[in-house]
């Protein structure tokens, strides 16, 4: 019989790493590959950042809920935040869409209106691309690329032990908003009378459908001259982005529940919805903010930026990964991020 | 009444203009954006050429006849063809891919084999990606970088009149192809005991489902300092291709039917299959072939290359775009490419 291993066995890092474990590199230039935010590419000197996303209605979007506008700005938003997850600035992107006849040209005007929207505000040029029909369902897949001065770029897998572990901005708004989002849909779909007001939770529903990637760390990195020694973004909910970090730079860490970073909008939602904002916050994803470990000097340059939160720092790795509860406990953090592969 | 436009009434080509006649570029490093086979940026002088491709399961591919092998391996090799398009050395690609859980790890094994078969033929690196699940259907998105020397990218824009046009191997393989592929599918259908022959067919089958970029024929010129006038790939089927490169250089053209390249396998598979081979050759799409335009006193350097043909020249823009047939009657040659969007 042949042989058959489900891909759900794996999980998606798994089978990155399965699928990408026998390349071999044949370019001098390519200086960073499979495994981070974004690759790197020596462009005579000066370096190149790459990174791709592919975005399927019904995996990555639900179009009950998301305004074709807002979703052509996040299918821009979310590549750009790989970028600045390496420390570049993202310069262009390519954008292609697989659409069914269900789409009328007004519809993709509006996908469209949301995509440049966002080229303009984070400067970007759309340069490419590739349009085409599909039999089912939206595709869209965008490449962005950037620059960065030589070696300035900075990887997972190189943060050092006693570093301070950090993160832009709050968590758990965007998995909040999603929450409030399947709520609603599923009332609508009881009783279609029913109209959802969204009004008192603009912030949690923000966060969800038009997140911006943190341009303005990248920019204060800069003016104060900090080179962080790992960094990426929040993409899975930093529980597993913590294990990310840990795991390539073989390291352990220590999360304060109390530093966690939470918005009273945040908190008030989970409340209202019976879940632990803490649990929101570790393990909810798409809030796209930036973490990062800094060399304990660097204290000094951070702690005047009300955008950036120190969490807990790194430690050997026989300690493991661990979070300190308020209440005093020591809980071991585990990957609870997103699989896409756990439900299909 | 919302306004709504169907998709089919801008077919493909009206529907990217459409949707991209207002993007304002932003980067000076934006040589060249939407429009040609890649886009071409500025890196510090050297210039980068970047394109996409999107390939939906059902629309571009069905896995009844291709084998995952070649299809990892048609992907990479028709990306690397817009590159080669371009005058480009394509030297790094990323790979993202949807699949649903009907895929065994195995089978994407098989996929990516192909892959990297393909970027260590053609000497590009594999540098990143993204893979998530698809509700249905087999989703491969790739995009191609590449390097070009200052100012040595081709467009399809820059045609001159009296130029000769060119293209390379033979064409019209791929379609019949996919004519008998579509043809054993049908009977297997209705009669699964009856098993495809495919052996005669090896030609044609192979053109289908492993084309082959034509990086010869980017070295060829640079060893004959050969710089082609316009360029671009042959994937929609050379009428359309010749409409592009007339409509956006602002010239009419003169088409030989004498002098199209067609196999003698291509040949024998059209008057099989009841086909004109000359409309095989002219409407068939996917030959991934490279149709240039070149100056006159070239010639001498091309006139030995059996890969390359002289099927025509340009004229002025009043004279139209022409097929002159063998018995000597004179056609306006329209676009009967294939048209994503006219079947869904």
Redesign the interface.
């Known amino acids: 019989m042949?042989?058959?291993?489900?891909?759900?066995?794996?999980g998606?890092f798994g089978?990155?790493d399965?699928?990408?474990k026998?390349?071999?590199?044949?370019?001098a230039?390519?200086i960073?590959?499979?495994g981070d935010d974004?690759?790197v590419?020596d462009?005579?000197?000066?370096q190149?950042v790459?990174?791709?996303?592919?975005l399927?209605?019904?995996?990555?979007f639900d179009l009950m809920y998301t305004p074709l506008k807002h979703l052509g700005y996040k299918a821009v938003a979310v590549n750009l935040s790989d970028v600045y997850a390496m420390n570049a600035t993202p310069?262009?992107i390519?954008m292609?869409?697989?659409?069914?006849?269900r789409?009328?040209?007004?519809a993709?005007?509006e996908f469209?209106e949301g995509v440049?929207f966002a080229?303009?505000k984070y400067?970007?040029?759309?340069?490419?691309?590739?349009?085409?029909?599909?039999?089912?369902?939206f595709?869209i897949?965008v490449?962005a690329?950037g620059?960065v001065a030589p070696n300035k770029f900075v990887k997972r897998s190189t943060a050092q032990k006693g570093d301070l572990i950090c993160v832009s901005g709050d968590l758990g708004g965007a998995y909040l908003g999603l929450t409030l989002m399947e709520r609603e849909k599923r009332i609508f779909q009881e009783n279609p009378q029913i109209q959802p007001d969204l009004e008192n939770e603009s912030y949690i529903v923000g966060r969800l459908l038009k997140p911006e990637p943190r341009k303005d760390i990248i920019a204060f990195f800069e003016e104060k001259e900090i080179v962080p020694t790992a960094m990426m973004d929040v993409s899975d909910g930093i529980s597993s982005e913590v294990l990310h970090i840990c795991k390539q730079s073989n390291l352990g860490a220590v999360i304060h529940e109390e530093k966690l970073p939470i918005s009273d909008e945040s908190r008030r939602a989970a409340y209202k919805f019976g879940l632990d904002p803490t649990v929101c916050a570790l393990n909810g994803g798409e809030d796209y903010e930036l973490i990062f470990t800094l060399k304990q000097e660097d204290y000094d340059k951070i702690v005047l930026n009300e955008e950036i939160s120190v969490i807990g720092y790194t430690t050997d790795p026989e300690e493991g990964i661990k979070l300190y509860t308020k209440g005093g406990n020591r809980f071991n953090i585990t990957a609870q991020g997103w699989n896409?592969?756990q439900?299909?």
């Not at 399927?56 to 990555?60: I, N, R, Y």
């Not at 292609?96 to 006849?101: A, K, L, P, T």
């Open positions: 042949e042989e058959r291993t489900e891909i759900a066995s794996l998606e089978l990155i399965h699928l990408t026998n390349i071999e590199l044949q370019h230039s390519t960073l590959g499979v974004a690759a590419i462009h005579f000197g000066k190149t790459i990174t791709t996303d592919l399927l209605e019904g995996v990555h310069t262009h390519t292609s869409i697989g659409i069914s006849n789409f009328s040209v007004e993709l005007n469209y440049y080229c303009e400067g970007v040029d759309l340069v490419g691309g590739d349009t085409t029909s599909s039999a089912k369902g595709v897949s490449t690329i620059e896409a592969f439900q299909s």
